[in-house]
């Protein structure tokens, strides 16, 4: 892991998601850091220049202000500006959700970290903030740092499965874990369905990876209670460091009247989730 991208948008919850990312890069190889914002504005042909400079004015403030953040930063973390490579990115594009993605896949980011807002009520019922969008969509691995979260060494990692495309897909959390040493759990909620042959899959899949560290524990399904609930609750009782994710891909019309089982957990979950999106 090479390069970690850092979104904000000045927040305290930004804030904790720099020093998660801080923090991280100091146990990991981590070579570069890039702190990003974006400043989003409406851009006509019909802007005057004067807007242009104003623009450009605002835009040079903000950096200045995120240079003096990451300096701060940098000396609470204790780390040498000589060891790691850090970078400010401050643009101004119409959408932040897809200039984040497009800004990381640019700069060839192996990581985002980013932080969450822990929405309840109305604002769960229409959770359309700039991390959703991201955890939704970005094809780089995202991870997402609860507000007031605090750094820990990352020993265990839980990955939730549906075994659909297992192969793919652990090979997928394997390559973003293996840095960390962690001692990975598959968990699958067993609901009745096909679930034979993909445990069995599963198993074969492991075993022909010689994963022996590999834990793959099944949980019945309880068809009364909510599937996002019910993986809050394993984890809350198996205590991982990181929970793994990785969203089913869904049409723009099953997006609006689905909801997504990732965000669900995200919304709540305490610990950091990292989320994959598969090939």
């Not at 701060?72 to 000589?82: F, V, Y």
């Not at 759990?185 to 042959?197: I, N, R």
């Not at 919304?267 to 994959?276: A, D, F, G, T």
């Amino acid at each position: 892991m090479k390069t970690i991208f850092v979104p904000t948008d000045l927040s305290e919850h930004a804030n904790t998601a720099l020093k998660y990312a801080l923090e991280l890069a100091k146990v990991f190889p981590v070579e570069n850091l890039i702190l990003f914002h974006n400043n989003p504005q409406v851009i006509t042909s019909e802007i005057p220049v004067l807007y242009w400079d104003d623009l450009k004015r605002m835009n040079e403030e903000i950096r200045e202000h995120l240079e003096k953040k990451l300096s701060k930063a940098l000396d609470e973390a204790a780390i040498d500006a000589s060891v790691l490579k850090t970078e400010i990115v401050v643009v101004s594009d119409a959408g932040t959700i897809a200039s984040v993605s497009e800004m990381a896949k640019k700069k060839k980011a192996d990581l985002i970290i980013m932080g969450t807002h822990g929405k309840t009520g109305l604002e769960k019922l229409i959770f359309g903030s700039v991390t959703a969008g991201v955890l939704e969509s970005c094809p780089v691995p995202v991870l997402a740092i609860p507000r007031h979260f605090r750094f820990k060494p990352v020993s265990k990692v839980a990955y939730a499965s549906s075994l659909t495309h297992f192969g793919p897909e652990i090979r997928s959390v394997l390559s973003v874990i293996k840095a960390f040493g962690a001692r990975l759990e598959v968990v699958h909620f067993d609901d009745g369905l096909l679930s034979e042959k993909l445990i069995s899959h599963a198993k074969r899949v492991l075993h022909e990876m010689d994963a022996e560290d590999i834990d793959l524990q099944i949980v019945p399904v309880n068809l009364e209670e909510k599937l996002a609930d019910q993986i809050r609750k394993f984890v809350a009782s198996s205590k991982p460091d990181w929970l793994v994710m990785i969203p089913k891909k869904r049409e723009w019309y099953e997006k609006l009247f689905l909801s997504s089982k990732t965000l669900d957990v995200a919304m709540e979950y305490n610990k950091p989730m990292l989320v994959l999106h598969g090939s």
